[in-house]
């Protein structure tokens, strides 16, 4: 059984930084891809970033320059940088994984999910 476990939300004023973390638990491919997500009140899940088992990455536009995806695939790992956070970055923040090991930006791409970690960012 493949687990997630995101650490790291919180709350921080506007211009701050956190640095969420997840990490991977039980039988993956060998190549999986990790992603960030988030979720708006009352919205689907969208896509933040996503790093493949090749390191490649994608970070979505709205946060380029902002967000930084990495991982540590001997620990199996994964970790998100959010820098200079905005009042409009409040949200649950969602570690994924898929099998594939391309990066995918929709989340019915995704086949095991952690439980979510808030950030809410003050003004």
């Known amino acids: 059984q493949v687990q997630l476990e995101e650490s790291g939300g919180g709350l921080v004023q506007a211009g701050g930084s956190l640095r969420l973390s997840c990490a991977v638990s039980g039988r993956t491919s060998s190549s999986y891809t990790m992603a960030w997500f988030r979720q708006f009140p009352g919205k689907e899940r969208e896509f933040v970033a996503a790093i493949s088992g090749s390191d490649a990455t994608y970070v979505h536009t709205s946060v380029q320059g902002r967000f930084f995806i990495s991982r540590d695939s001997a620990k199996r790992t994964a970790s998100l940088q959010m820098n200079s956070l905005k009042p409009e970055d409040t949200a649950l923040y969602y570690c994924?994984?898929?099998?594939?090991?391309?990066?995918?930006?929709?989340?019915?791409?995704?086949?095991?999910w952690g439980q979510g970690t808030v950030v809410t960012v003050s003004s």
């Open positions: 994924a994984i898929n099998n594939r090991g391309a990066v995918m930006t929709d989340h019915r791409s995704y086949d095991y």
